[in-house]
């Protein structure tokens, strides 16, 4: 009996253990149920599935956590989005460029599309939004909104919109509605 006890209790240590560091992992950044839809926070955004850093014309900047959002979608693709660090750039990319896009699906922004792909964007003064290429170069532009009626604005966020399937990907109080093309 003492001999099945000492096997016994290291055992259930290292049980408890996987069980404990399994339920922390699954918690944090979970996916979605399968099968659902599920817009991503900033607190569901991990090196796991967004780059710590990333590359864009010909520098590679950090992402700020804190101020990304995506959708991870019903088949396991994703949308996601992250202001980054862009100290270092020119004054005339760094206008352009306040954060990262990475989307695994073609979607659609203002009745164009965008291929799947790795994407620097911003939001400019006037209402729009440019996005471009890993070489700076414009691909795609289109008009923003503002939310006036947004309570609690914040840098970067996607929400979902009233219309199914689609989403805004916000800058503080503006905005541009995207979803997944067809």
């Known amino acids: 009996m003492a ?12 049980l408890l253990t ?27 955004i991990s090196p796991k599935i967004f780059p710590e850093r990333v590359f864009f014309r010909g520098q590679s900047a950090p992402v700020q956590y804190r101020n990304s ?13 992250g202001l980054v660090d862009s100290s270092g750039y020119s004054t005339a990319i760094k206008e352009k460029y306040q954060a990262y896009l990475l989307n695994e699906v073609t979607l659609e922004i203002a009745g164009q599309t965008l291929k799947p792909g790795a994407y620097g964007f911003g939001f400019l003064n006037g209402g729009k939004l440019v996005v471009m290429d890993l070489g700076a170069n414009d691909v795609l532009q289109a008009a923003s909104q503002h939310d006036a ?7 970067l966020q996607v929400l979902a919109s009233a219309t199914a399937g689609s989403y805004r990907l916000y800058a503080g109080r503006d905005y541009v509605e995207f979803r997944r093309a067809h």
């Not at 001999?3 to 209790?9: D, G, H, I, Q």
């Not at 996987?18 to 607190?43: H, I, N, W």
């Open 3 to 14: 001999r099945f006890a000492k096997f016994l209790v290291p055992l259930s240590v290292l």
């Open 18 to 44: 996987f069980s404990v560091r399994y339920l922390q992992t699954t918690m944090a950044g979970s996916p979605p149920d399968e099968g659902k839809e599920m817009v991503l926070k900033a607190a569901d």
């Open 69 to 81: 959002a995506g959708v991870h979608f019903a088949d396991d693709f994703y949308v996601l989005a």
């Open 149 to 155: 009626e947004m309570k609690r604005p914040v840098p």
